[in-house]
C-alpha cells in the first residue's frame, strides 16, 4: 500500500508562485505514473500534470506553460510548481500514484490541499 501525504497548498495573489510537495512512502522509481489531480467547487477532478517512470511529463492544456512537475528519486517526493497563478486555478490538489501489477491496476491517493488565488 502506498500512502501520499500533501503539502504546500495556500493563499496566493494571481501571478504569484506557490510549490506543493507529495511524499511517497514507497520508492517512486516503482511507481508507474505520479500525478496531480484538482478539484474546484461543483467540478469533476481535473489531472492536471503527471510524470511517468520513464520521465515522459503531461500537462493540461489549461497549466501548459505555467506548472512543471517534478520528481526526486531519492526523496520519494514529487513537485509541482506553479507560476503565474490564476483565481482559475483555485482548488483542492490531489497527489495520484498509479502503479500496475501483471493484471491489476491501483490508484493512491493524498489528502489533499487547498490552493486559493485571489484577484
Known amino acids: 500500500q502506498v500512502h501520499l501525504v500533501e503539502s504546500g497548498g495556500g493563499l496566493v495573489q494571481a501571478g504569484g508562485s506557490l510549490t506543493l510537495s507529495c511524499a511517497a512512502s514507497?520508492?517512486?522509481?516503482?511507481?508507474?505514473?505520479m500525478g496531480w489531480y484538482r478539484q474546484a467547487p461543483g467540478k469533476q477532478r481535473e489531472l492536471v500534470a503527471s510524470i511517468f517512470s520513464g520521465g515522459s511529463r503531461n500537462y493540461a492544456d489549461s497549466v501548459k506553460g505555467r506548472f512543471t512537475i517534478s520528481r526526486d528519486n531519492t526523496k520519494n517526493t514529487v513537485y509541482l510548481q506553479m507560476n503565474s497563478l490564476k483565481p482559475e486555478d483555485t482548488a483542492v490538489y490531489y497527489c495520484?500514484?498509479?502503479?500496475?501489477?501483471?493484471?491489476?491496476?491501483?490508484?493512491?491517493w493524498g489528502q489533499g490541499t487547498q490552493v486559493t488565488v485571489s484577484s
Open positions: 495520484n500514484a498509479f502503479q500496475r501489477l501483471s493484471e491489476l491496476t491501483y490508484n493512491y
Open positions: 514507497i520508492n517512486i522509481v516503482s511507481i508507474n505514473a
